[in-house]
């Protein structure tokens, strides 16, 4: 069979480790003349097929992972590696301007918001980025990303070309263009592609805005390409002013709704032809696909796991190669690791949790999805024929002869190999019935029906298969056709193999000449079957056994040494264990140190070069051999071992005992001394919609400088004796609270409620009643608001993020005049706010904050004690803090994965409480009980010291005064050995930031 020249094939050397020459690569691997670029740079280029990096041909397979919903740099790594463990490529990174820019002029990227940790990291990894600074990002985050002090400094509609928003992103963008430059390909860095602004459509108003960003841009040192992701068909950006240089669209098929996970929407079926009469000069780019789901607030959200079902691993079967069958060769899936949105992060749709269903968990722990997703990259990194392919047709017009009209099959084709990938679904996408057929195709053997020899290629429900034909792989290997699924198919040592796999059940065929080859039902003889055919090492396994393997590359040592085909084409196969994270092969071929997490013991499987002899896991030598101990290690280089945890019986977490309580709203006091809170006496306002009525005066905290977070007002007025009630208007965002007070005297609570409710309520106009004797006449007399601010909103297509959040109105009956509104947020505001490791968005203006109470080290010794469970004292409505601390001493070698969980993890009660938890004064989690769903807030390792004191405070808010009783337990929820290796912690302590 004719070798094309194609990319990605052997090892060179004993160990097939090579540094790869790839100046010669681009000369004989394409016609250069017919590759584009940017005109900046050649290392990043396309044609109609898929990117090419430094020349070499890839399919860009790649996740979403926002590093500041992980505010653990150590931690970045193992997510990388993670996504790299699954065959991935690249991931696709939001960075958030609110952050990193949190007041005029400054611009801090330390800490969580660094970039050059991230982007050492991902070199380490041997994964590439996609960065997507925005400005505008969406991302279920306050604003969508932007910075909030823009939101009240500059007039008229954001992410226009107007002046004051142009130079408001300069500082942000110019920041990003300093930090990324010097990793960018071109510099052996990992970023290979900058996105311009987000789902943004292309009018008169916003091309000149990304004209000016991408001229920002050219104007810099960053010379990789600008991409953009049209929401939808929507031909936005691909010409005309602000057009960008490799334009793709976004599809979320299941849309959002978790509560029903069963039911599936169609696959799309235009995507091809879309591009077609599109971009059809540019490869088809999915900057997002749907990756899982986001959830929101209220008693019937249905959670996250319910998110992990709707887009599960059947979905990532189905949708996923539908994404192959339109000939798409680059796609990020939103999310990978979708994380926490901790402190003010969330836009008031989501609650704390951002673990979005998908392929990790919030924990960073993998799922059956991972495993899928794993199959499917392994698959395409061993293919490299299937990055260059025709659109040839499909069964629904005749152009591929399918024997049963239930199923559909795509035809795809190498041009240059005539490698062929036959993509069958079912007919009816969303069908759980089962389909059994066969195809009738051309090869270089004739015309075959497939298979030959049992029954025909089964679609049991929700699965999607691929066939291919006259496929190559390693250094000679060939195959004729297969209806059984390829994990692997490559050069490992000198020797080349093939890892087919299949649904026990089923049957399966491949043929490496014209002999068929089947395997009827299950496997016999073991985990994995092996036939060496023609000195190619070929296995066969079922779908569970397949899944287990993981595909550590060996890294060369050159540039980009850990980059899959630009680095190393070496690799091992490695069964059994939870995850892989490293392998790395002695110079003699002899022995392979493993690094990777276990969950139990396991069996371990290496498929290895035949020098192999010895295996080490986490540094300590395995029990085994490659002695023909088994049916499968007789063929050589076949390590068949054992793992073993070790005993986990000591790795415990304390209970939370000895609570420490003291109030937190002094405020609700008439005589609290309010004179350095800021007078709230604005008459104009850059947001929208102004003041709704009141007196003219502005009462938006951002206003003042408190953009996050809880705000308190305070509105006096001198009382004639006859005010009977104060009529409040106030916006906190869809699910926000706010607690209103006359003099010591509890009003009512204002409560936003559900986001799942089609007409969420974002503000509540309420008139609160004065009781009989709480005003004091000829007085001075106070009108204390406690508010939350559930975050601003994301932009829709006719409103800006621009978020009214304060008191919209107010008003005296039946009359009076306040003299004077005073304001209190965060301490210093979004200018001088003193904690700048947790950053602008971690704490409000609650007493105990200003104060650093939730911060390490507070001394709480003058306190009360008081039990959490206990409440706020006489049944109050108001703010208590609770403080303890604990300690914690957990084992080295081990990912030990956390979690905070109020009252037992029951359902969303009724009790109107919400809790704010401070976890080493790092606000981890928002709950609301009357609202939930959520109840389980992880915190993991670097917000959490694992070996010494940990202090965790609870804001409790009553907003009635009825007994409220929360509990707090502190749970292990996954025991992992191995993990990330040494975290680390940076939390400030109160005599740092308050002393
Ligand atoms: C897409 C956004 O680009 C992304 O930031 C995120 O918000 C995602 O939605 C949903 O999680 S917009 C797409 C739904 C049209």
Redesign the pocket.
């Known amino acids: 069979m004719a070798r094309g020249p194609t990319l990605g094939l052997s090892g060179d050397g004993p160990n097939g480790l090579f540094a790869r020459d790839y100046s010669s690569l681009v000369a004989r691997a394409e016609d250069a003349s017919s590759l584009l670029d940017n005109g900046r740079t050649t290392e990043v280029q396309w044609d109609e097929y898929s990117l090419l990096l430094r020349g070499q041909r890839i399919f860009l397979w790649s996740g979403e992972f926002h590093t500041y919903r992980l505010p653990v740099p150590d931690l970045w790594l193992d997510v990388l590696q993670k996504a790299k463990a699954a065959g991935l490529n690249a991931v696709s990174v939001?960075t958030h301007w609110g952050q990193i820019n949190p007041s005029p002029g400054v611009i801090d990227f330390d800490g969580f918001r660094a970039l050059a940790p991230l982007y050492e990291a991902a070199r380490k990894a041997g994964i590439f980025i996609v960065l997507r600074p925005g400005p505008y990002?969406?991302?279920?985050?306050t604003a969508?990303g932007i910075a909030h002090w823009v939101t009240s400094q500059v007039a008229g509609n954001l992410r226009t070309n107007a002046t004051d928003y142009f130079k408001s992103w300069q500082d942000y963008i110019h920041g990003i263009i300093d930090e990324t430059s010097s990793f960018q390909i071109t510099a052996d860095g990992p970023v290979i592609a900058v996105q311009i602004d987000?789902?943004y459509s292309q009018n008169s108003r916003t091309a000149p805005y990304f004209q000016a960003l991408e001229d920002v841009y050219h104007n810099s040192s960053i010379v990789v390409p600008l991409t953009y992701?049209d929401?939808?068909e929507g031909k936005n950006f691909v010409n005309g002013t602000g057009a960008v240089d490799i334009y793709g669209f976004?599809?979320?098929p299941q849309l959002?709704d978790c509560s029903n996970p069963d039911k599936w929407n169609p696959v799309p079926t235009n995507w091809h032809d879309y591009h077609e009469g599109t971009n059809p000069s540019q490869p088809l780019y999915f900057?997002?696909f749907q990756g899982g789901?986001?959830d929101a607030w209220g008693p019937t959200a249905p959670g996250y796991p319910n998110c992990r079902v709707l887009t599960g691993a059947d979905f990532v079967s189905v949708f996923y190669k539908a994404l192959w069958a339109a000939n798409v060769k680059l796609a990020s899936f939103?999310?990978f690791y979708g994380g926490t949105s901790w402190g003010a992060i969330p836009f008031p749709g989501v609650y704390t949790s951002y673990d979005?269903g998908a392929h990790l968990t919030e924990s960073r722990d993998v799922t059956a999805k991972y495993s899928e997703l794993k199959l499917q990259g392994l698959f395409l990194r061993s293919s490299p024929d299937f990055y260059k392919t025709n659109w040839i047709g499909n069964s629904s017009t005749g152009v591929v002869k399918v024997s049963n009209p239930g199923a559909l099959v795509v035809k795809l084709q190498n041009p240059d190999t005539n490698a062929t990938f036959y993509i069958a679904r079912h007919a009816d996408s969303t069908s759980t019935g089962s389909t059994i057929f066969n195809i009738t195709v051309p090869t270089s053997a004739g015309t075959l029906t497939i298979p030959q020899t049992v029954s025909g290629i089964a679609l049991d429900g929700r699965e999607s298969k691929t066939i291919v034909t006259d496929y190559t792989y390693g250094s000679s290997g060939t195959l004729l056709y297969s209806t059984a699924q390829i994990l692997f198919a490559g050069t490992i040592g000198t020797r080349d193999v093939l890892f087919l796999y299949g649904t026990s059940g089923q049957s399966h065929e491949f043929a490496v000449n014209s002999t068929p080859i089947s395997f009827p039902t299950g496997v016999k003889g073991g985990p994995v079957t092996v036939v060496d055919v023609d000195d190619s090492l070929i296995l066969f396994s079922d779908v569970p056994t397949a899944s287990s393997f993981f595909n550590p590359v060996l890294a060369s040592g050159g540039p980009l040494g850990n980059y899959w085909g630009l680095g190393t084409n070496s690799s091992v196969l490695v069964g059994g264990p939870r995850f892989v994270r490293n392998a790395s092969l002695s110079p003699d071929g002899a022995t392979l140190a493993l690094q990777g997490d276990l969950n139990v013991s396991a069996p371990l499987v290496v498929i290895g070069p035949t020098t192999l002899s010895a295996v080490t896991w986490n540094g300590v030598s395995v029990d085994g051999d490659t002695a023909a101990a088994s049916n499968i290690s007789a063929v050589g280089g076949i390590f068949v071992g054992q793992l073993t945890l070790d005993s986990t019986d000591d790795i415990q977490v304390p209970e939370l005992t000895g609570w420490k309580f003291a109030n937190s709203l002094p405020e609700a006091a008439a005589d609290f001394d309010d004179s350095n809170f800021t007078l709230a006496d604005h008459t104009k306002t850059n947001i929208v919609p102004g003041p709704a009525f009141g007196d003219g005066r502005v009462l938006y905290g951002c206003d003042y400088g408190f953009c996050e977070n809880i705000v308190l007002w305070r509105g006096h007025f001198n009382a004639t004796g006859g005010e009977t009630s104060v009529n409040l208007s106030i916006n906190g965002g869809q699910a926000f609270a706010a607690s209103v007070f006359l003099n010591s005297v509890f009003l009512g609570t204002a409560f936003g409620n559900s986001t799942n409710d089609r007409n969420a309520i974002v503000e509540v106009d309420q008139v609160y009643n004065f009781p009989a004797g709480a005003v004091t006449a000829g007085a001075d007399n106070v009108i204390t608001i406690v508010q939350d601010n559930m975050g601003l909103d994301?932009a829709s297509s006719v409103v800006s993020e621009k978020s009214s959040r304060g008191v919209r109105g107010f008003k005296l009956n039946p009359s009076g005049h306040f003299s004077e509104w005073r304001v209190q947020g965060k301490l210093g505001g979004y200018t001088d706010f003193p904690d700048r490791v947790r950053g602008v968005m971690n704490d409000g203006g609650l007493f105990g904050e200003r104060e650093g109470w939730h911060l390490p080290g507070f001394d709480t010794s003058s306190w009360v004690s008081r039990d959490l469970s206990e409440g706020l004292p006489n049944k109050t409505a108001g703010v208590g803090f609770f403080v303890t601390t604990f300690d914690l001493a957990l084992p080295s070698g081990f990912d030990i994965l956390l979690s905070f969980n109020f009252d037992g993890n029951s359902a969303a009660t009724d009790v109107p409480y919400r809790a704010y938890l401070f976890v080493n004064g790092w606000m981890m989690g928002k709950r609301v009980a009357n609202l939930g769903p959520q109840t389980k807030f992880p915190v993991h390792q670097g917000i959490l010291e694992y070996n010494g004191t940990n202090t965790v405070a609870v804001a409790l808010w009553a907003m009635e005064p009825v007994k409220i009783a929360p509990t707090l337990n502190l749970t292990i929820d996954t025991i992992l050995q191995g993990g990330p290796g040494a975290v680390s912690t940076n939390n400030p302590t109160w005599i740092e930031l308050r002393g």
Not at 137 to 141: D, L, P, R, S
Request: proline share 8%.
């Open positions: 939001y990002i969406n991302a279920e985050t969508g987000n789902e992701n929401p939808g976004d599809s979320y959002f900057p997002e789901a986001f939103y999310m979005y994301e």
